[in-house]
């Protein structure tokens, strides 16, 4: 089983330029979230996907947007790149009666 | 909304010694909780989890932890700590809102491990 698969694992980019991160699942989960993971701030949620069509802010939303047209697929993307989004991404899938199942990480750095 | 608070940022114990993180959360209701652990580069890998039945949870790696809903905690405990368990520890609770669920996050706590 694959699980939770994010792509890429490492991205350097420079102010002001866009990309996506790609999270993909395969668990048939209808939520779906990515959060940042920052030194002293544990996980904080950018924002979640309670199915298909339907996504909501999380508690960090500003510079990023989602979309999510598949139940499997829930990208990030970034707009335009500032160095305060240099962090860890994880993006997470979750049932109804499971446990966050976790995405490996993609560590972007801002320059 | 729910929230965790995860007291002690850094601890430090001798390889062999018992532990204990301590966890408290704040929600309505009776929460499901989750123990995390990453190690440095890592993902996040589940420990163990709590959604209802027996309040003392066995886990993996050794780990075992006890929801006490009159504190509004779910401590993590282990007999006795290896080396390899040095690593950062979450705790989190889920709260069940339109039929999905909702997980938030406590800060971590980093465990330090000395021979």
């Known amino acids: 089983n694959a699980g939770v698969t994010q792509t890429p694992k490492f991205q350097v980019l420079k102010t002001g330029q866009s990309m996506t991160l790609q999270c993909a699942q395969d668990?048939?989960?209808?939520?779906m979230s990515w959060y940042r993971q920052d030194p002293g701030m544990g996980l904080r949620l950018i924002h979640y996907?309670?199915?298909?069509?339907?996504?909501d802010q999380g508690e960090v939303p500003n510079g990023y947007n989602v979309s999510r047209s598949t139940t499997e697929d829930f990208p990030l993307r970034l707009l335009s790149a500032a160095p305060s989004q240099t962090s860890v991404y994880f993006c997470?899938?979750?049932?109804?009666?499971?446990?966050?199942?976790f995405g490996q990480g993609t560590r972007l750095t801002v320059v | 909304a729910q929230s965790v608070t995860q007291p002690d940022i850094h601890i430090t114990v001798s390889e062999g010694a018992s532990l204990e993180l301590r966890c408290n959360y704040s929600y309505g209701a009776t929460p499901y909780l989750f123990w995390y652990v990453q190690s440095p580069g890592q993902g996040l890998q589940l420990l163990l989890k709590y959604f209802s039945g027996d309040t003392l949870v066995q886990g993996i790696k050794g780990f075992e932890a006890e929801f006490k809903r009159s504190q509004s905690s779910f401590n993590l405990r282990k007999p006795s700590v290896h080396w390899s368990d040095a690593a950062e520890y979450f705790c989190?609770?889920?709260?069940?809102?339109?039929?999905?669920?909702?997980?938030?996050f406590g800060i971590g706590t980093k465990l330090q491990v000395i021979p």
């Open positions: 996907s309670v199915g298909a069509g339907i996504t």
């Open positions: 989190a609770v889920g709260a069940l809102s339109g039929g999905y669920q909702k997980v938030t």
């Open positions: 668990m048939n989960h209808e939520y």
């Open positions: 997470a899938s979750t049932g109804q009666n499971t446990e966050a199942f």
